[in-house]
């Protein structure tokens, strides 16, 4: 560990890919087999994300991680609820996860989702390794239970392997389509270059210590160097989710990814409208291995380092919003900090044209990755924000003469009743979905319909 102030924080590992591809039993499997394997349970749940120590995923890895060839402390997973997890995950501009693992079910290839992932992470510079889950599920697979991939693969039959196999080269075509060069990871040795894939199941355990090496050997090679950082200075954060939290009122779900924050201390937080200036009444945690979100799962921590998952309890929350920044003020001045993340809200606000759509989504970063595509597509916008579809929203619609512009993109927020009918009333469209290309393949179908 370096000398003075400076140390060496977790990598933050986001997880992603399309619904039900399984990245929720990957990180099950991750914590459950953290929990078992170290009984004294070093492992903590925290809010949407689980630290995973080094020496826990050594153990989980067998011989695949030799704890004496890293420094690096561990990996925090981020573990965030929905179909927005990905694009809210940000920090001063670029991507908040250091590294990503791309879930692909190995039976079902590259889906939309699966693609939206990829276009964020080539868009945000991540790196990333691709597990290629659920080989257990193809036809006729004999499992052992967490054993490392390359033996398991070994073991099978001709026409098991070679089914993993199809699938499995199909997905790395399909990675070379979107401009990645991949290959199996055994035979990736630059892993800045290639994209490794690991075939694994996230459900018998089979390529996990694959994965956990692929993982640990990519953060300490290449990302070694940004891990370095002061964690007694202030801390800056990203919010993931904004919840009520029973006896706590509206509170933050957020990962700290450098500095520290201290119950008491006072932060700016990214708002709808201005910043939020209030003071820590309390951080939260879950207790180790409670359910995350069930009630009275937590307890009070007097401070949280980089990195880690938090629940941070404050008055007048209600307008934060999800992938907006937090900073500790510390000994620097409100106004400053209050102007940093003014500024850095300013980053992602979309660029406006005096006609065009309006869009509404669900956070920051997902309003910036719909507004990106609606670039590349050429689509201008004359309004975007975060939040539900309001009466608001409809009366500037109201306002274009153009049909194809008075219109409507909502990617994953609800639409008031009000607002639905006055739009109806209106002969406003609203377009609704939860996957950002099909919502603009939906509008432009719809354009080039009222154009014939
Ligand atoms: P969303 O959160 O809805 O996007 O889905 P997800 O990607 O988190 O998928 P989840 O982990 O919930 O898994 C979806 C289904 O696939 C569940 O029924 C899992 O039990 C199953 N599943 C996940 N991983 C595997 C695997 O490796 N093998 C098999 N056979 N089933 C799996
Ligand atoms: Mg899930």
Redesign the pocket.
Known sequence: TPADGTDLRTPIVAVL?H????????LDHVRGSAVTADEAGAITQHIGATHVPLDVISEMAGGLVDPTDFDLPGLLFIDTPGHHSFSTLRSRGGALADIAIL?VDVTDGFQPQTEEAIDILARTETPFVVAA??V??VGGWRSEPNAPIQGRLDAQTDRVRSDVEEGLYEIIGDLSDAGFTADFYWRVSDFKANVGVVPC????GEGMPDLLAVLMGLSQRYLREAMAVDTTGPAAGTVLEVTDQQGFGTTLDAVIYDGRIDAGDRIVVGAANAPIVTEVRALLKPRPLAEIRSDDAFETVDRVVAADGVKIAAPELDDAMAGAPIRVVGDRSVEAVTAEVREELQSVAVETADHGVVIKADTLGSLEALAGSLEEAEIPIVHAEVGDVAPRDVHVADTADEAEHRSILAFGVDVLDDSRQMAADRNIDLFEHDVIYRLIEEYEEYVESIQE
């Open positions: 890919g619904v039900d591809h399984g990245k929720t039993t990957l879930v889950n659920k257990d599920a199941s996230a459900e018998t």
